[in-house]
């Protein structure tokens, strides 16, 4: 088979691997990719804001299969374009791409489907932005209704930020805080069945201790030993299928991966928000621990055949610690030397914000690598982890040091 990723993150360089390892794949071509893909598959560089663009790279290299990573392409709608030209397309249409693309589209579905979810009010104006963050309280949750790239969503204790941000938005989602751990759990759907994949937890804030600005994800690890053993079965039942089968009843059935960031709060699991791809970093730690083969999978969604399709799991735990470029979130550096990217047993290092100038490695992005550890237990893989990532030399680089410390610390308790 002749695979199609479209992507350039840490996301698809794992995602990259795992479609290498599956022996149906005999070609893997990535647009636009970067350098550490490039290792492993043909780069094409193209505009993916441009829809036309993938398909006609898609046509050219007659691939039999399109494997879509980031969100704008599927919010554009090049899917259904996909579909359309007759490939066989991991990821959802336009419509379908809406439950990541409007937080209000997404509230409308949970509320149809008798999802839980937090309260929430969608307004327009002042007065009703100011009804709702009174109705709600303290601490606020402001959400702007489009793809804003993880600058959307503000969580404060003060309502004249909460206020501000609202008034800046268009059109912008109030709703009650959760309070509870965050957990990210992916479903891979072929828009009637959805299988759950392993939970995973994402560290959001930039710093270490939860602080500092929001980000796309510094780091992230699976499975979750504190994680209550059904989680899986209850997110399934819950949110996964009555999901998938509203957006199949709207006559917009949702083929891809549908990606469940939840609250597990004192009244039980509540979802957060949605996404329509894959997440970065969590993929970066459950592709290392799948043995199911990748390809073969998602071609099943991408083709309506997932039905009795069951995961396989490594037992060993993955850690995944993000290399951030100096200046991240606000204003990443660009264009620093990368040297010193070691080769390690156990130790996965994904290519995310990097490029090649002049044949030498330099960042270009703010994200710029996801280290992976493997091991037994999230103890060692967290060691893996953190040495692979001490070896990286760029400068003014920085990580967090405490991903998975303390699911770690409590697992050596145990
Ligand atoms: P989102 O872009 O919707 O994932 O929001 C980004 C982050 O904001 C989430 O990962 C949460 O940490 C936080 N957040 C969003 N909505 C809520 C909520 N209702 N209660 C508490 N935290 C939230
Ligand atoms: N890790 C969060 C996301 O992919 O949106």
Not at 124 to 136: G, P, V
Not at 310 to 323: G, H, I, M, N, Y
């Amino acid at each position: 088979m002749k695979i199609l990723l479209i992507g350039s993150g840490g996301r698809e360089h794992a995602l990259a691997r795992g479609l290498l390892a599956d022996p149906i794949v005999e070609e893997l071509h990535c647009a636009p990719g970067n350098p550490g893909i490039g290792e492993i598959a043909t780069l094409h560089k193209i505009d993916i804001s441009n829809n036309q663009e993938i398909v006609s790279l898609a046509e050219e290299l007659q691939v039999d299969f399109v494997v879509i990573g980031p969100e704008l392409p599927l919010v554009n709608g090049v899917a259904d374009a996909l579909r359309a030209a007759g490939f066989p397309t991991f990821g959802p249409s336009k419509a379908a791409a809406q439950i990541e693309g409007s937080k209000n589209f997404a509230k409308e579905v949970m509320n149809d489907a008798g999802v839980p979810t937090a309260r929430s009010a969608t307004c327009a104006t002042r007065q009703e932005i100011e009804r709702a963050l009174d109705l709600f309280g303290a601490p606020y949750v402001v959400k702007d209704d489009g793809l804003a790239g993880g600058k959307g969503v503000v969580v404060t204790q003060d309502r004249d930020e909460a206020l501000a941000h609202a008034l800046s938005c268009n059109k912008v989602v109030i709703e009650e805080f959760l309070d509870g751990p965050e957990v990210s759990l992916f479903g891979i759907s072929d828009g009637k069945t959805v299988i759950a994949m392993q939970p995973a937890q994402d560290f959001k804030r930039a710093y270490d201790n939860d602080k500092g600005p929001n980000t796309g994800g510094m780091g992230a690890y699976s499975p979750l030993p504190w994680a209550p053993s059904d989680i899986i079965e209850q997110t399934h039942r819950e949110v996964l299928a009555p999901v998938i089968a509203e957006m199949a009843a709207r006559g917009t059935p949702f083929v891809g991966l549908l990606y469940a960031g939840l609250s597990l709060t004192d009244h039980g699991i509540r979802v957060i928000e949605f996404n329509a791809r894959f997440g970065d970093p969590e993929t970066q730690v459950l592709i290392p621990r799948l043995i199911t083969p990748l390809a073969t999978l998602l071609y099943k969604a991408a083709t309506r055949d997932l039905y009795g399709v069951e995961l396989q799991w490594r037992e060993d735990s993955a850690v995944s610690v993000v290399l951030a470029a100096k200046g991240y979130p606000s204003a990443p550096e660009f264009g620093g030397a990368i040297t010193d990217i070691p080769t390690i047993a156990d130790v996965e290092m994904y290519h995310a914000g990097t490029a090649s100038s002049d044949s030498s490695l330099v960042s270009n992005g703010g994200r710029v690598m996801t280290v992976t550890g493997l091991g037994p237990n999230l103890t060692e893989a967290r060691n893996r982890a953190y040495r692979g990532i001490s070896h990286i030399a760029l400068n003014g680089s920085f990580y967090r040091t405490d991903i998975a410390l303390n699911a770690s610390i409590a697992e050596m308790g145990n």
